[in-house]
Antibody, heavy 121, light 110 residues
Framework: EVQLVESGGGLVQPGGSLRLSCAAS????????MTWVRQSPGKGLEWVSC????????YYTDSVKGRFTISRDNSKNTLYLQMNALRAEDTAVYYC??????????????WGQGTLVPVSS | QSALTQPRSVSGSPGQSVTISCTGT?????????ISWYQQHPGKAPKLMVY???QRPSGVPDRFSGSKSGNTASLTISGLQADDEADYYC??????????FGGGTKLTVL
């Protein structure tokens, strides 16, 4: 059974940093692209970043470029999102999602339950 | 990347069919067949219902079907059931390995 479990969320002040983790199991992690999608409270889904199966390339939505870094450790079956210079508008539930294939062309066939990141002073 | 346009809400009675539209541009929906649809129940993670315009993952009932014409994609749910009540999001590949979601549609089963 595919499982994705996010962790690392929590209250952070504007300008602060946070690292999210996503522990994966039930599939060959190293063969699939992985993606972060966020959802602001009461709002819709927003694609944030994708990392292909081999660790490169990486892709980001414009609003997080230069502030967020996606990475993965295939030996630990874990996906990460390092978030720096956080802003109030980054407040959201962050979901990790598994790609249907190793490319960031692929849709997202399994999602974790999400981790909440409130950015507030 | 601007969000794709979906109706805020649709409704239907049990057994009926409903169609949810998703309008983009020639840079996203109109250029690629990488269109997917996600179902999200309140407080839950999204679930993939349709991908590549009209393909269903294993386990998704054939009551869910997808199509595309020009810059607009559509999700049709036939034989509505109470459990279909949820938010539905379309998603399109937008080039350069980026994706754009629709604003979401709340489906109410009357």
């Amino acid at each position: 059974e595919v499982q994705l479990v996010e962790s690392g969320g929590g209250l952070v002040q504007p300008g602060g940093s946070l690292r999210l983790s996503c522990a994966a199991s039930g599939f060959t992690f190293s063969s699939h692209a992985m993606t972060w999608v966020r959802q602001s409270p009461g709002k819709g889904l927003e694609w944030v970043s994708c990392l292909a199966a081999g660790g490169v390339p990486t892709y980001y939505t414009d609003s997080v470029k230069g502030r967020f870094t996606i990475s993965r450790d295939n030996s630990k079956n874990t996906l990460y999102l390092q978030m720096n210079a956080l802003r109030a508008e980054d407040t959201a539930v962050y979901y990790c999602a598994k790609g249907l294939s190793g490319s960031c062309f692929a849709p997202f066939d399994y999602w974790g339950q999400g981790t909440l990141v409130p950015v507030s002073s | 990347q601007s969000a794709l346009t979906q109706p805020r809400s649709v409704s239907g009675s049990p057994g009926q069919s409903v169609t949810i539209s998703c309008t983009g541009t020639s840079s996203d929906v109109g250029s690629y067949n990488y269109i997917s649809w996600y179902q999200q129940h309140p407080g839950k993670a999204p679930k993939l219902m349709v991908y590549a315009v009209s393909q269903r993952p294993s386990g998704v009932p054939d009551r869910f079907s997808g199509s595309k014409s020009g810059n607009t994609a559509s999700l049709t749910i036939s034989g509505l059931q109470a459990d279909d009540e949820a938010d539905y999001y379309c998603c399109s590949y937008a080039g350069s390995s980026t994706w754009v979601f629709g604003g979401g549609t709340k489906l109410t089963v009357l």
